[in-house]
């Protein structure tokens, strides 16, 4: 049996720009403000870079293709430069690709760099992607809210949950995330709304309104890895380790079998059982001190609480509305806003994520910081529920 | 030696199942053309964004093909002045989507509204063996304002001919030729243009319709009051009872024109007349069929002793309807108006033509795949089993008659789409597959339409996407609910 990245990798340096409307600037500039962020926290020089994972999920929008871009945007010659891509997976894969490298001892320090640049499309809401020419024949061009909001119809059947006690959870999970945006000055949407805005608003894909959807926003986000011997030697004290990193995919047996219910992600709870295994957490309720999961819609924040196994099944709505992830509540969620008010450039949002944990971990959250916070997790999904991806890592003080 | 009797075995019909009310197309003109007003009587069906003469056509055929104890037939040939290629043959791609045999001999008919009757009467008259499925069907686009946008309809009829047990047994038919020219429409453009109704009347119809019927009744040796079923196409409203009583038809064997509920039918409205009347007739009653342009076409038939009758037919079709009243959909649906859908609607939807062909059973015919291995109905078929994994394992498996209901599902107002909102969801097939797709059909109630998980659902043949810039439609299989 494998034994795991757990405690194998040491988070060097970090750093995340701005997100949001980022009219003003380009990939490039994104790119560079997150990484002078992450190269001064880890104290180390560019020339000591051995290798970087770029992480960009639409070429239609962006850079283009290949990692040359992220080459050319920092300058790093004649190091290995990949990119990678899973939709909205892609920043946790470029993390995962970084750590593997060193993890490995192929290279001593590496890179991993996640960037979108969502608002040069001229209109709100994502670009249509390409679904390849097979799928592009049968499969109906329906957009990302209306991807995930099946989980809604999938949920009300299976519990028998009437639409306005689930609507009303939904309309909790998004309120719960701007109140935290408030406090985290680099994100997209810093304003606290009301319940009654969050009901009311326009409809995007039944039954998920505006204030269900999280912001579409530029931004980028940065790692430095290297491992723990060498960040000691670097003169790192408190280190951040990364504790696990997991991956599941569907082969399509949701989307093409009738096993899949509708009512939660089964990717989401493959990685978390593997993840959990990997990082040696057996309660993650107890054991989790605060989590950053893919809020891209409110019905996906509400079934990954049972997908993580923080909420029985069928019971995530009933927590949620008591306020268990709340800022206040047993297990945080959200902290600094989630995709939802933090925003969501794709491919920099798994590392958007990991920086939360590392600034919580390390206790630099200014006015959001949590009270001892030991262990993160991240959660990223990418594709629709029924045909995706999804991606956990786990971060924590190394003891 | 004499022919085999040939006459109709087996019919279908297909009717889109919106109905405007003709009040709100002239309430909607009132500003300009208030005299619309005395015309709005009544509703016409209307095509959705997503239906052509071709899905039409399939709806026709499905209709008549199913389970009517038939061989399949060898040769299809598709009337309608509204098909969407002008080079590409319309009928290969309904009997690519009805799943026929690639031996089948195709044909389009065209250039008239007559074209329907003037390919039932080859079909007829040939001296074939096997059977040959006659389809008719027509989207009919009129200007807005014009009482043709009153008149007309949308509809398909499909008529099986063949041997032995008939419905309906052929007598003979009549065709003439003249060049009365009613109303033309040059090739490339959208909308008819039409010579006063008075003169069509009364110089075109009643002159030459009636003297082709006396012709063939005489030729067959029946007097006039032996015809129980008297049906007239192509003509002014009102003209079928003129010429009924030149002839000495009593006016209640005239088969209703279906103004009132359908709509003119273009080709498919004289096939959808005598279709009226296999419903209604009792063996041994005679049925006349006429199509007016540039002269006509006259059919004669005599009431056969076979009991098939197909699911739907043309009272089924009539009756599954869905209301509408709004007539800016019907002049978006129509192409009259060209709604400004925001950038989403800039997304190219060319689609590759070489993997069209490499799964053209996949996508025409919703053909699946089932594993020989484990059994699993899938869709779409790949090289791997979705359940057990085994390779190089699917057989086969259609799945366009295939019923199933929603597992999940949304309705979408942020993807572009021509009838918003989209209805989109994951289909669970009673047989096991499942697939994410577009469901139709689904009405206007509430939000949600009134579906939910659990509503049952059959498979339509639609147009999947409108390649705006190179002007190409593409079709494949969407769900609807089933009323």
């Keep these: ?399 | 030696m004499s022919r085999p009797q040939r006459g109709i075995v087996s019919y279908g019909a297909y009717i889109p199942k919106l109905r405007i009310s003709r009040a709100a197309i002239a309430d909607a003109h009132a500003w300009a053309l208030p005299g619309l007003k005395s015309q709005a009587k009544g509703e016409r069906a209307l095509c959705s964004w997503d239906e052509d003469s071709i899905t039409l056509a399939v709806a026709a055929a499905r209709d008549c093909l199913r389970g009517n104890g038939r061989a399949v037939p060898t040769s299809l040939s598709l009337a309608s002045t509204t098909a969407p290629f002008a080079d590409l043959q319309n009928a290969v791609i309904v009997a690519s989507a009805l799943n026929l045999d690639h031996s089948v001999r195709c044909s389009d008919g065209s250039g008239s509204t007559r074209a329907g009757l003037s390919a039932l009467a080859q079909a007829l008259e040939s001296s074939l063996d096997s059977d040959t499925l006659v389809l008719a069907a027509d989207r009919r686009a009129a200007k807005p304002g014009s009482t043709q946008e009153l008149q007309f309809g949308a509809g398909a009829a499909a008529l099986q001919i063949g041997n032995g047990e008939t419905i309906a047994r052929y007598l003979g038919s009549e065709s003439v030729s003249h060049l009365f020219v009613d109303h033309f429409r040059a090739t490339g453009e959208k909308h008819d243009y039409y010579w006063e109704e008075r003169w069509i009347r009364d110089e075109g119809v009643s002159k030459v319709v009636p003297a082709a019927i006396k012709r063939l009744l005489k030729r067959l040796e029946l007097p006039a009051d032996r015809v129980q079923w008297f049906g007239l196409a192509g003509a002014p409203g009102g003209s079928d009872k003129l010429v009924a009583k030149a002839l000495g038809i009593a006016p209640e064997r005239v088969i209703p024109d279906l103004q009132d509920r359908v709509g003119d039918c273009g080709t498919a409205h004289a096939p959808l007349l005598l279709i009226n009347a296999l419903e209604n007739a009792n063996p041994g009653d005679i049925i006349l069929v006429a199509a007016f342009g540039q002269g006509c076409e006259v059919l004669a038939f005599e009431m056969g002793e076979s009991r098939h009758r197909p699911a739907m037919g043309l009272s089924g079709a009539i009756a599954a309807r869905i209301p509408e009243t709004s007539y800016l959909k019907m002049a978006s649906f129509e192409g009259e108006i060209d709604l400004d859908w925001g950038m989403r609607a800039e997304a190219d939807v060319k689609a590759a033509l070489t993997q069209h062909y490499r799964a053209a059973d996949q996508i025409n015919a919703f053909v699946g795949g089932r594993c020989s291995v484990c059994n699993t109905v899938q869709f779409p078929r790949l090289p791997n089993c979705v359940s057990c994994g085994a390779s190089e394992t699917q057989r086969p498996f259609a799945m366009a008659d295939e019923l199933g209901q929603i597992a999940t599902y949304s309705a979408d107002w942020l993807q572009f789409y021509l009838s918003p909102p989209l209805y989109v969801g994951l289909v669970q097939f009673d047989v096991g597959a499942r697939l994410l797709m577009e469901i139709v059909e689904v009405g206007a109630s509430g939000t949600t339409g009134g579906i939910d998980v659990g509503t049952r659902l059959a498979m339509q043949f639609r147009i999947k996407a409108r390649d705006r810039k190179r002007h190409y439609s593409r079709y494949f299989w969407k769900a609807a609910p089933i009323r």
């Excluded at chain 1, 795991?4 to 701005?18: E, F, H, N, P, T």
């Excluded at chain 1, 989307?255 to 219910?261: F, I, K, L, P, R």
């Excluded at chain 1, 206790?363 to 910081?369: D, I, K, L, S, T």
Aim: glycine share 12%; net charge negative; proline share 4%.
């Design chain 1, 1 to 399: 049996m494998a034994s795991g990245i757990k405690d194998k990798v040491a988070i060097l340096g970090m750093g995340c720009s701005r997100f949001g409307e980022r009219w003003e600037s380009g990939s490039e500039q994104l790119i560079n403000e997150a990484f002078i962020e992450a190269l001064a926290d880890a104290g180390i020089e560019r020339a000591q870079i051995g290798a970087a994972w770029f992480g960009s999920a639409l070429d239609s929008v962006n850079v283009g293709n290949s990692a040359i871009p992220l080459a050319t945007a920092l300058r790093l010659q004649g190091i290995p430069v990949t990119r990678v891509e899973n939709m909205c997976a892609t920043g946790t894969e470029a993390l995962r690709g970084a750590a593997y490298a060193v993890g490995s001892g192929a290279v001593d320090i590496a890179l991993a760099v996640g960037v979108e640049k969502l608002k040069d499309t001229g209109y709100g809401g994502l670009p249509v992607p390409g679904k390849g020419t097979l799928n592009d024949l049968w499969m109906p061009y329906c957009s990302a809210p209306a991807g995930f909001a099946q989980l809604a119809a999938g949920y009300r059947a299976k519990y028998k949950i009437d639409r306005e006690t689930l609507k009303n959870a939904l309309a909790h999970v998004s309120w719960k995330s701007h109140l935290n945006g408030v406090k985290s000055p680099k994100a997209h949407l810093r304003k606290a709304v009301s319940m009654e805005q969050i009901l009311n608003a326009p409809m995007i894909a039944e039954p998920l309104g505006v204030f269900d959807c999280c912001g579409v926003s530029d931004g980028s986000a940065v790692a430095i890895v290297t491992t723990p011997e060498i960040a000691r030697a670097l003169g790192k004290r408190d280190l951040v380790t990364i504790k696990a990193l997991q991956l599941a995919s569907s082969s399509g047996r949701e989307s093409g079998t009738g096993e899949w219910d509708g009512s939660n992600v089964p990717n989401t709870r493959m990685a978390a059982a593997a993840a959990y295994r990997e990082a040696g957490i057996t309660d993650p309720r107890r054991q989790l001190s605060q989590i950053e999961v893919h809020d891209c819609f409110s019905i996906t924040e509400l079934v990954t609480m049972e997908d993580l196994g923080l909420s029985a099944d069928g019971e995530a709505y009933r927590d949620v509305l008591d306020g268990v992830y709340d800022a206040d509540g047993a297990v945080p969620c959200q902290i600094d806003g989630g995709l939802k008010c933090f925003g969501h450039p794709i491919g920099a949002t798994g590392l958007r994520m990991v920086y939360e944990h590392y600034l919580q971990l390390l206790g630099r959250a200014g006015e959001r910081q949590l009270k001892s916070p030991t262990l993160g997790l991240s959660h990223n999904l990418g594709g629709v529920p029924y045909n995706g991806v999804a991606a956990i890592s786990i971060v924590g003080l190394m003891a």
